[in-house]
């Protein structure tokens, strides 16, 4: 049996997506890209987060019906750490953007 291919590709937002038919259903990869220049965490800007990249990326498998979904996923792919929150008051204190994560997931729609 000969698949018939169809593709498809698209850029927007800071994102690529490439999607291809194939005989036993579609594959889909992405790609996502955030660029921050960076911020100060308060008013004063002592404490300050310098510019960061975020990149994501994800693939999948949707079955010829559409009705099944397999996808894995990385997000924080460069593993960059990332100042979300911080003060300096009586004592210092924040919290970072997560790490590098990864995982996956099956839809099903009914």
């Known amino acids: 049996m000969v698949a018939e291919r169809q593709h498809r590709f698209q850029a927007d937002r800071g994102g690529l997506l490439y999607r291809t038919r194939i005989a036993d ?3 889909q990869f992405a790609l996502n890209e955030v660029f921050n220049s960076g911020y100060g965490t308060q008013a004063d800007n002592v404490l300050r987060q310098g510019s960061f990249h975020m990149t994501g990326a994800s693939a999948a498998w ?6 099944f979904t397999v996808r894995a996923f990385v997000d ?3 593993n960059e750490a990332v100042r979300g929150y911080a003060v300096i008051s009586n004592k210092a204190a924040g919290t970072y953007l997560p790490p590098r994560t990864y995982g996956g997931s099956i839809n099903a729609r009914f």
Do not use: E, K, Q, V
Request: no cysteine; charged share 15%; aromatic share 0%.
């Open 76 to 78: 924080n792919l460069l």
């Open 62 to 67: 949707i079955d010829p019906a559409g009705r």
């Open 25 to 27: 259903g579609a594959t």
